[in-house]
């Protein structure tokens, strides 16, 4: 994530993606490169080789991803930039299991780099289902090409999710840090290639006003909701085996309550913006598990409508378990125990299949403290709400209490908003160019780093124990295409607060 006005062009390299015929590489890395390349943040000396399973040839490799960038393309196509792009691509097949194909691999490699001149940088970029980063990266190890030579560089990107529980996350980092350094790995979380998600950290840390004021003495409480109409789609295989808590805690909300509650970084680099992160992850409260249960609330979508799609009950999605206890919503309280933070709960929701898309961080400030106009009691004022929107709301907006004209004192709660739109005129993205681009100019500021993710799996350790001892019991039903189970509810309203509503 570059501080100048023009950002910097990568070093020439070969970009290694190891499931290119999949999704993730289809719909959002090749639509990515299009867009830095036509923002001509791509190098001349470059080439993006596709790595298959499969007997597939550069031809058709080049013509499906061709049709991927039509459909995902967040931007008109320019066919010639596109052209230019997929010329890069040459498909090879290797196969983690077979060790022979790595070392093919590393001659084919080879030869395409001395060919596209491109100085012998790699980066390998794992787009693969999770079980299978283990297996490629100690290939790559193995074969000798991670292997540092001279001063060309070499990096390895690794998808989510990085691991299912605190074990094997720290097994995965083990195995990943005996092959390569911290430094050379980059573990994506793609909420931290929104700008919504970066600008929090530009909005605590180049404004004079929030700090002093951003702490137990002021705030009351924080939520961060990420709240989908989506239900589970196909995607019930992986779906059932991880849940909502999974799926989206560790990773993407702690993202988002690491960069909120952090201290402020001593400066702007990954060393010391990673470490403010992990600090503040390592200081939320592991909770007994009778704890995690009063603090959690876990729901399983019924069948029901979003707008004006039916929604299958989640137990009829193909490939989920007959009986499944699996979660689609997760809501928990949590406690961070620092001085910033001590007494202040941040409250935390997730969940499919729900009437309303919002992903937004509230943070509750204190009620005035005395209640001066009497016509209104200082309870039933509206809230002092500063909203960070992510999505689709991309903006902030302060809530706060107003006169309402008029000869008498009335009050009403009123919103001052800024949204993105209204503001800036930017080519849409889809969020992984900045990371893509961070990834080739050897910048982690935006990754995750060891501790940042083991420290995120030990605080959801203790619910995710809870719940498969707790089994069916506890797990609440909610119909798609509402808020989502009435419990969530009470795990605030017993604090005496309540969650925001949308809007
Ligand atoms: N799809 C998305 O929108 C998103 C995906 N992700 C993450 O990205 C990764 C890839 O997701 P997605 O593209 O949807 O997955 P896919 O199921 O589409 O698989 C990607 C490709 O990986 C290859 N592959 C599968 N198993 C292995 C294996 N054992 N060894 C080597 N290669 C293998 C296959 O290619 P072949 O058969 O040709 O070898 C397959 O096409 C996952 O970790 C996912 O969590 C993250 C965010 C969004
Ligand atoms: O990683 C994932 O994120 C998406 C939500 O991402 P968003 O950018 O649309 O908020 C989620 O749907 C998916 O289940 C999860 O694997």
């Given at each position: 994530m570059t501080t100048q006005a023009n950002a910097q062009v990568p070093d020439g390299c070969a970009f290694v993606i190891f499931g290119v015929t999949g999704d993730l590489t289809h719909r959002l890395v090749i639509p990515a490169l299009y867009n830095l390349a036509e923002a001509n943040l791509l190098p001349e000396k470059f080439c993006v080789v596709g790595i298959t399973r499969k007997d597939m040839s550069s031809e058709d490799l080049r013509a499906s991803l061709m049709q991927g960038l039509q459909k995902f393309a967040t931007r008109p196509v320019d066919q010639e930039i596109a052209d230019k792009l997929l010329y890069c691509v040459t498909s090879v097949s290797a196969d983690p299991s077979d060790p022979a194909s790595f070392d093919r691999l590393r001659e084919r490699l080879e030869k395409l780099e001395s060919s596209r001149n491109t100085g012998g940088n790699r980066l390998f970029y794992l787009a693969t289902p999770p079980d299978a980063f283990a297996p490629i990266s100690a290939e790559l190890g193995r074969a000798g090409l991670l292997k540092e030579d001279g001063s060309a560089w070499r990096r390895l990107v690794v998808e989510k999710p990085f691991g299912t529980d605190l074990a094997s996350a720290k097994a995965l980092n083990d195995h990943l840090l005996s092959i390569v350094t911290e430094h050379e790995?980059?573990?994506?979380?793609?909420?931290?290639?929104?700008?919504?998600?970066?600008?929090?950290?530009?909005?605590?840390?180049?404004?004079?006003?929030?700090?002093?004021?951003?702490?137990?003495?002021?705030?009351?409480?924080?939520?961060?909701?990420?709240?989908?109409?989506?239900?589970?789609g196909h995607r019930g295989s992986f779906y059932d085996k991880t849940g909502a808590l999974r799926d989206m805690v560790p990773n993407h909300l702690f993202q988002l309550l690491s960069l909120v509650a952090m201290e402020p970084p001593a400066h702007f680099n990954a060393h010391s913006v990673r470490s403010a992160k992990a600090d503040v992850l390592a200081a939320i409260q592991v909770q007994r598990e009778d704890e995690a249960l009063r603090n959690s609330v876990r729901g399983q979508y019924i069948a029901g409508k979003v707008d004006d799609t039916e929604i299958p009950d989640y137990r009829s999605v193909k490939d989920v378990a007959q009986g499944s206890t699996t979660e689609t919503y997760a809501a928990l309280k949590l406690t961070i125990d620092n001085w910033r933070w001590a007494g202040v709960p941040f409250y935390l929701r997730t969940g499919k299949a729900l009437g309303t898309k919002r992903t937004e961080v509230a943070?509750?400030?204190k009620q005035a403290p005395f209640a001066m106009f009497r016509c209104t009691p200082v309870e039933e004022l509206s809230q002092n709400y500063l909203v960070i929107g992510i999505e689709p709301v991309e903006g902030i907006a302060l809530q706060f209490n107003t006169k309402i004209p008029g000869p008498t004192i009335a009050i009403d709660g009123v919103e001052m908003t800024f949204r993105y739109k209204d503001y800036f005129k930017v080519a849409p993205s889809n969020g992984y160019e900045t990371l893509l681009h961070d990834c080739m100019i050897g910048d982690n500021i935006l990754f995750q780093r060891a501790d940042g993710v083991e420290a995120g799996w030990r605080a959801v350790q203790p619910f995710i124990d809870a719940w498969a001892k707790a089994g069916a019991q506890g797990l609440q039903s909610y119909k798609a295409g509402s808020e989502g189970p009435e419990d969530a509810d009470a795990l605030l309203t017993r604090d005496g607060r309540n969650w925001r509503e949308p809007g």
């Open positions: 790995l980059y573990r994506i979380d793609h909420y931290l290639g929104k700008e919504t998600v970066q600008n929090i950290l530009v909005l605590r840390f180049s404004n004079g006003m929030f700090e002093p004021i951003w702490n137990r003495d002021h705030i009351d409480h924080v939520q961060i909701t990420v709240d989908e109409k989506l239900g589970v943070i509750k400030f």
